[in-house]
């Protein structure tokens, strides 16, 4: 899995690996750019429309130089704003792909830009090299190309925005970030979206060995990643193999998530799914569900179930007592979600009693009921890290990039999803799909990895047909075409 390194350490990844491969560090800068100008390939933006390339004097100036040159062979008109004086002493390669700009290719100082041109502007002043915060004649070059009317494109990372932490006044706004090597982690932030805009990664030829060396608690996950978590069954598997679960979810007036959970787990594999309900409502789950099983109370041996997954629709008024009562009575992980969260939230002497190991989804508010308020996501993310070590859980901060925050500190940011989950119920197609993986044999880890990623990537499989008219039944829908996208049988 990719590691994402902070700003800092790019410099030394980058030295390591120019020293291993044995090229030179503008061979690097040369891949940088032609992984930039692939990507711009693979869109159809207007050949007819101007391109202004914004560039500094260091090495993020250095990508947008080699980009001018390597995209003014296709016969558009580009020109470049240099952002810095005529004393600046440049980077070696930065100075080295200024000098071989062609002449067909305007070269100018970014005073020149008229912010109201048409056409497509690059961001290549300010990459991970950014110190401190923005000196004045900065703050004035981000502000021209925020005042252009055009798409931005931002190289590595908007102007202005620091590689690892918040971001404390200006930057650049893009529409696109292309970023290399590994996406840098404020990049990942709901607090930075304005400014990234869509995030691309792009390969400069670094495997993920090279990264080994380097110290990091986080992690990019993507589709490459996900076939090595999953588990194989044979052809003389049965439904015992595939697990028997119990979904403790839904109440009066709430029974759609109980239908919603039971039904993402029978389509995530599940071999058996029973339903934990009020008796007056099974008729909810009998007739919309015909596969699924129901139990009214909590009798005999919980043990006899290979996962439990609890929470979504539950209410919090008489739940304390039903998860304590639970906790005592089951030994292996357990989902937590939704409701069941928020009583956690509201009994944190609990806490101690849930099995080791078990995995706690909540969304932002869910969180803050659990953790207490918190003002952004790098605190989020700090709070998670402790909160795991301590009661060793696991947890996932839901949203945009969903981060799967592990006993052991690591933090794992999911690639998939799409903007058109963000509908009522998606979160308890998640609790299905993550108790199904579980009571498949899957660790937690192994679960959080391919639950996350696939409900992702149902997300994505549904929203392109039916955009922000999906709702949660077209993601359960959506779960058997992710095996199928990512060859797993
Ligand atoms: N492996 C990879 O990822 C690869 C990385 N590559 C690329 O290298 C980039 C990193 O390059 P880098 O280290 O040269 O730094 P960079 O971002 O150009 O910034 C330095 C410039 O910023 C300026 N500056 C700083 N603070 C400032 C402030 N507060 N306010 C104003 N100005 C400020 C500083 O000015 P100075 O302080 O020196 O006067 C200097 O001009 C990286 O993002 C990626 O694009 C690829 O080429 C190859 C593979
Ligand atoms: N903009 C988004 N991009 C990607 N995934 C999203 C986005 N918005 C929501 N999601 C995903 O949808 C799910 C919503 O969960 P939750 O808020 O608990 O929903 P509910 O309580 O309605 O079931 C989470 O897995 C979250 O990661
Ligand atoms: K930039």
Not at 31 to 59: H, I, K, M, T, Y
Not at 87 to 101: G, K, M, Q
Not at 188 to 206: C, N, Y
Request: glycine share 10%.
């Amino acid at each position: 899995m990719l590691k994402i390194l902070s700003g800092e350490q790019v410099k030394a990844l980058d030295a390591a690996h120019v020293r291993v491969q044995q090229i030179q560090s503008l061979q690097l800068m040369e891949r940088a750019a032609l992984a930039f100008v692939s990507w711009w390939d693979s869109q159809d933006f207007d050949p007819s429309l101007p391109v202004s390339v914004f560039c500094g004097s260091g090495n993020n100036g250095g990508d947008g130089f080699a980009i001018a040159r390597l995209l003014s062979r296709s016969g558009r008109q580009v020109s470049v704003f240099r952002c810095f004086g005529e004393s600046a002493s440049l980077s070696p390669d930065a100075a080295a792909n200024l000098e071989a700009l062609p002449s067909d290719v305007e070269n100018l100082h970014w005073t020149e830009f008229d912010a109201r041109s048409s056409g497509v502007l690059i961001d290549a002043f300010l990459g991970v090299g950014l110190k401190g915060a923005l000196r004045q004649d900065a703050k004035e070059m981000v502000q021209a190309m925020n005042a252009f009317v055009g798409t931005r494109i931002a190289v590595d990372i908007p102007s202005g925005l620091p590689a690892d932490g918040l971001l404390e006044g200006d930057c650049v706004k893009a529409n696109t970030t292309v970023t290399f090597a590994f996406p840098k982690l404020s990049l990942l932030f709901p607090e930075h979206a304005f400014a990234t805009g869509a995030l691309v990664l792009a390969d400069i030829g670094i495997s993920d060995e090279e990264y080994s060396s380097f110290a990091s608690p986080y992690f990019y996950l993507r589709e490459k990643d996900i076939k090595g978590f999953h588990r194989s069954f044979h052809r003389f598997s049965h439904k015992g193999d595939f697990g028997k679960i119990l979904l403790f979810a839904g109440s009066k007036g709430k029974m759609g998530a109980a239908v919603l959970c039971c039904k993402s787990a029978l389509r995530t594999g599940s071999g058996l799914v029973t339903a934990l309900i009020p008796e007056g409502e099974r008729h909810v789950i009998q007739s919309s569900l015909p596969e699924g099983m129901c139990l009214f109370d909590l009798e005999g041996d919980l043990n006899r179930f290979d996962a439990i997954g609890l929470g979504p629709g539950i209410g919090v008024e008489d739940s304390a007592k039903m998860l304590a009562d639970i906790f005592r009575r089951y030994s292996r992980p357990i989902v937590l979600d939704a409701d069941a969260i928020t009583v956690l939230g509201q009994n944190p002497d609990l806490l101690a009693l849930i099995p080791e190991g078990s995995i706690l989804t909540p969304h932002l508010a869910e969180f803050d009921r659990l953790l207490g308020k918190t003002e952004n996501h790098p605190e989020r993310l700090a709070k998670a890290s402790a909160f795991c070590r301590q009661w060793r859980l696991n947890l996932l901060v839901k949203g945009a990039n969903s981060v799967i925050c592990l006993a052991d500190g690591r933090q794992i940011f999911n690639s998939s999803g799409s903007q058109y989950m963000a509908t009522a119920g998606a979160g308890d197609v998640l609790t299905g799909m993550l108790t199904s993986f579980l009571g498949q044999g899957y660790s937690p880890e192994q679960a959080l990895v391919c639950g996350v990623y696939q409900h992702g990537l149902a997300g994505e499989i549904a929203g392109k047909s039916k955009r922000r008219g999906t709702i949660a039944s077209d993601l359960v829908e959506a779960i058997p075409e992710t095996y199928l996208r990512l060859n797993v049988s």
